[in-house]
């Protein structure tokens, strides 16, 4: 059965850059899987500055929803799904059944052979957001982030660009 | 002297769940104090979710005000408070002083005898709330957290489901 | 070269409380650099409440935006910079070019020989807000905290008043 890591935390405390290093390390070259649909130019901006960032021992597949099918196609190499809170965002707006989803994802980690290096941020240490859509998304995210963290092998909280082992 | 638990950390963050393991592995059966007044209907859903999680081995009494009365009419078995943050939302809401309230429940603690587990939220880790009462909140639930967290045997905060020990 | 220190963390999660009494351990007396610009009196009250907790043993210096200046000036003892947050704050709200501010300070950092405790906020871990300028901020807060906790000799992450090593 694959290795599974979860790297989790805030946003821009590190998480894609120790994933990436982390990834890499398991072997090279290795798959990166973007999970962003690219809405707007500040969208944009932000996904040239992650892959500026990465150098050609990647692969990059472009990937908003349907993440068991890429993870099947890209078995012979770890990779990076960068990120599973992109994910949930695309199922949601689509309006696809989040829970099903994430349930298929989970269930087919075991047949996997090559390592998975998730991504995920944590959305539920501010304030309880005003609209209803923000709270169940952040729900939402939060209950990925607990079965995920439950399925891997080892989990790592980024704080400031440094990682907390969690599991 | 009582052993006093505190588990914090985000929403959806495992909180409830690894408290009420923590409350169990220190006597069965315990008391469940809920502190969460039902307002609307995504309230009371949210805690027939918990309720649902939750066996037979609990004795629930719901008390979102006045703590100090709840824990010593309880204090035959470990209790599970939850949640700190949901009392002193009652506590704003009511227009109760809720540094008296917060200062009453700390000198009542050292005559217990049974343990308590506390749940709380962190609320801190956003960007600043735009208006008062938020921020103000979220001053007050910090403060909140800090003071319990001194007088805590033990301190833990919750990322993804999984427990981090602080104290 | 001076000993660095971060100490990050939510609001009131006791990062001055705990980067205060790690200061003075480094020795007595020591600088307060304050970078708050009082806008309001809710900011007043909040830096009232701060300079009450702190005694004699501080010589206190306001400074918003120059901290290589303010740090030369107080490379006689251990200082405290409260906060990070605040000052990024005032250079994105004067318009000042952030990124070069904070690679002027970290490249200062080698010259100076008494220690130096920062500061900062963790604000990533809320909802994505909804407007464009927190956004910016809670990226540009992001990267300074990844860049500081790089030059650092030691990182704390404060959860309810107690410190978490993270470095």
Not at 12 to 22: C, I, L, N, W
Not at 48 to 60: D, N, V
């Given at each position: 059965m694959a290795r599974i890591l979860l790297v989790t935390g805030g946003a821009r405390s590190g998480k894609s850059t120790h994933a990436e290093a982390r990834t890499l390390a398991l072997g090279r070259p290795a798959h990166y899987?973007?999970?962003?649909?690219?809405w707007d130019e500040e969208m944009a901006a932000r996904i040239a500055l992650h892959q500026a960032r990465r150098g050609p021992e990647w692969t990059t597949h472009a990937e908003?929803?349907?993440l068991v099918k890429v993870l099947r196609a890209t078995d012979d190499a770890p990779r990076l799904v960068d990120c599973l809170t992109l994910w949930l965002t695309n199922l949601m707006l689509g309006e696809r059944d989040w829970e099903a989803a994430a349930k298929a994802l989970l269930a087919s980690l075991p047949d996997l052979a090559a390592p998975v290096v998730f991504v995920s941020n944590e959305v539920g240490l501010?304030?309880?957001p005003d609209n209803r859509l923000a709270r169940d998304f952040r729900d939402a995210a939060g209950f990925l982030n607990q079965w995920v963290a439950a399925a891997a092998d080892e989990v790592i909280f980024t704080v400031a660009g440094l990682p907390m082992k969690v599991k």
């Amino acid at each position: 059965m694959a290795r599974i890591l979860l790297v989790t935390g805030g946003a821009r405390s590190g998480k894609s850059t120790h994933a990436e290093a982390r990834t890499l390390a398991l072997g090279r070259p290795a798959h990166y899987i973007a999970t962003a649909e690219i809405w707007d130019e500040e969208m944009a901006a932000r996904i040239a500055l992650h892959q500026a960032r990465r150098g050609p021992e990647w692969t990059t597949h472009a990937e908003p929803l349907d993440l068991v099918k890429v993870l099947r196609a890209t078995d012979d190499a770890p990779r990076l799904v960068d990120c599973l809170t992109l994910w949930l965002t695309n199922l949601m707006l689509g309006e696809r059944d989040w829970e099903a989803a994430a349930k298929a994802l989970l269930a087919s980690l075991p047949d996997l052979a090559a390592p998975v290096v998730f991504v995920s941020n944590e959305v539920g240490l501010g304030i309880v957001p005003d609209n209803r859509l923000a709270r169940d998304f952040r729900d939402a995210a939060g209950f990925l982030n607990q079965w995920v963290a439950a399925a891997a092998d080892e989990v790592i909280f980024t704080v400031a660009g440094l990682p907390m082992k969690v599991k």
